[in-house]
């Protein structure tokens, strides 16, 4: 399995293990896809196989049982490729191109063709092709457009990002205004009209980006399409950053286009909303100390500009315990990543 597809791979694994009695669900098999995304588990069978252990074995017990797995699986596709192979060999020699027959000389008889026998054509097995497995086909369904905040909820949820300021086009009808006019003159001359209101929020997004951050690309990725898009926000700014956001923030998630943090914060003021969404040591498990003092700095100099700030974590809550996040979570308001999270995160910056 040296040449193996790993995506094809994963999904099988996934369900043999399921049904094994693993406690796998969507987001462990998310998880494990966005790893290979950012190109872990891909290069062979043994790299998927270490991913896979890393992510969804928590024992001992459970690493043996996907090396038995994973060697079942490897031993079905092996003699699944093998089948082919023994039928294109077995081709019937009637089904070569004929050679050419000698040129009869005019003295000789031609044989009668209804004389000659008719050969028989061989017969071969064909490959019979595996039953569908009703299981697997049902559930490949939970895996389409599933995301831990889906797209829709993300533009319902940036309608609530509001700062309205009545300085647009005087254009709306203000009926109150109009009949105070009339009692005070004692007849109707013009209606009286009001500006209409227009969404001032400013937005900055600060987004970690690679690292234990990579399974969760795909959902920044959609906070910032659906956020600069498809809101009303009037003006969002996106930082990315890795870890912590030091000296420098990038402009794209590659982080290669990379301007200074202070200039970003100088272009900002009290009316400024900051998410930053970042797990904070979290996925790792780890707690340490200069990464803690570092965003302690950082959060230090943003609220010298704004104190509408909130920290979005993708990692469970549960989680933060004895981690990195679980001291940052004293700075900051944090929230987990899910539908009420986010509605608190946004309460809480507008």
């Known amino acids: ?101 000698p040129p009869v000389s005019p003295g000789e008889q031609v044989p009668s063709m209804v004389d000659s026998p008719t050969p028989v054509p061989e017969l071969s097995l064909l490959p019979v092709k595996s039953s569908i497995n009703v299981l697997e086909q049902t559930e490949d369904r939970d895996f389409q457009g599933y995301y831990p905040i889906s797209r829709r909820y993300l533009v319902y949820s940036w309608r609530y990002l509001r700062r309205m300021v009545a300085d647009g ?14 009692c005070e003159q004692g007849f109707f001359l013009k209606p009286k009209y009001s500006r209409r209101e227009q969404n001032h929020a400013d937005l900055l997004l600060l987004l970690d980006q690679e690292g234990s951050m990579t399974p969760f690309h795909r959902f920044t990725r959609d906070l910032v399409e659906t956020a600069q898009h498809d809101s009303n926000i009037e003006r969002v700014r996106v930082g990315y950053f890795h870890n912590v956001p030091p000296e420098y923030v990038y402009k794209d998630p590659y982080l290669t286009e990379k301007v200074k943090f202070e200039w970003i914060l100088a272009e900002s003021d009290g009316d400024t909303s900051v998410l930053i969404v970042s797990d904070g040591g979290a996925a790792r498990g780890d707690r340490r100390s200069e990464r803690f003092s570092a965003t302690a700095e950082v959060l230090w100099h943003i609220k010298q500009h704004t104190k509408l700030i909130a920290w979005l974590n993708p990692v469970p809550s549960q989680r933060w315990q004895g981690s990195t996040a679980q001291f940052i979570a004293h700075l900051v308001p944090m929230y987990p990543l899910d539908p009420h999270g986010l509605n608190q995160a946004i309460a809480q910056i507008r």
């Not at 086009?169 to 009339?182: F, H, K, Q, S």
């Open 1 to 101: 399995m040296s040449n193996v597809n790993p995506h094809p791979l994963l999904t099988r694994l996934f369900y043999r293990l399921r049904r094994d009695g693993f406690a796998l669900g969507i987001n462990e098999y998310l998880a494990a896809l966005q790893a290979m995304e950012g190109g872990w588990g891909v290069q062979d069978a043994n790299a998927l196989k270490k991913l896979l252990r890393s992510l969804w074995c928590h024992s001992l017990a459970q690493q043996d049982h996907l090396e038995v797995i994973f060697r079942s699986i490897s031993a079905e596709e092996s003699q699944e490729d093998a089948k082919p192979r023994e039928f294109q060999s077995e081709s019937p020699e009637s089904s070569s191109s004929p050679k050419n027959t």
């Open 169 to 182: 086009r005087e254009d709306v009808l203000d009926v109150e205004g109009t009949i105070a006019n009339v």
